[in-house]
């Protein structure tokens, strides 16, 4: 999966003056490459951090993998939404519905694979798994509190996403072991 920027056809005989306005203008979409970028890598860590840990397999596992694997190619087409279609809201609710389905898969996956330790070492410490699920959870209750914050303003919502920041921190510090 790769994220895109579309560069502006701009003309040839601009100024070194016009060209930074032209560049100046481009910096949102910019901006909404870089938030997504950082929501992708939020999934391959908490990915690695979930599949580290998972040592047996089921079907049912490859199949809801497979599931994940399709909503997380979905964010690059969303993303490419948001950011021809910044100032609007149903491109960011799209956006956020991918990363809510996609993160709660990654959930369910934790959940199915340590629930009675299934597909677990039965030495992973209690905590961790407790932990690890709501690391994974704080993710879809985020951006679900994103959307209905767009719901007053767009702006705020896009980085509200930041609090996940310190709820991540605050978890990984109560659940350490």
């Known amino acids: 999966m790769a994220l895109s920027i579309d560069i502006p056809d701009l003309p040839q005989n601009l100024s070194q003056t016009e060209l930074l306005q032209r560049l100046d203008d481009f910096y949102p979409q910019f901006e909404d490459y870089v938030i997504s970028f950082a929501v992708i890598a939020i999934f ?58 996609a993160s709660s898969l990654l959930v369910l996956i934790w959940w199915l694979a340590t629930k009675e330790h299934r597909l677990v070492d039965k030495g992973i410490h209690p905590l961790f798994i407790k932990g690890t699920f709501l690391l994974l959870l704080s993710l879809p209750i985020i951006f679900g509190i994103s959307i209905v914050i767009s719901f007053v303003n767009l702006g705020i919502a896009q980085y509200f996403w930041l609090s996940i920041i310190p709820v991540n921190f605050l978890i990984r510090h109560k659940y350490k072991h």
């Open 44 to 101: 391959w860590i908490s990915y690695h951090q979930v599949f580290n840990h998972i040592k047996g397999s089921h079907i049912s596992m490859v199949y809801l993998n497979l599931l994940f694997l399709l909503l997380i190619t979905l964010l690059s087409l969303t993303t490419s939404f948001v950011t021809n279609y910044a100032s609007y809201q149903i491109p960011y609710v799209i956006y956020c519905i991918i990363v809510i389905m």
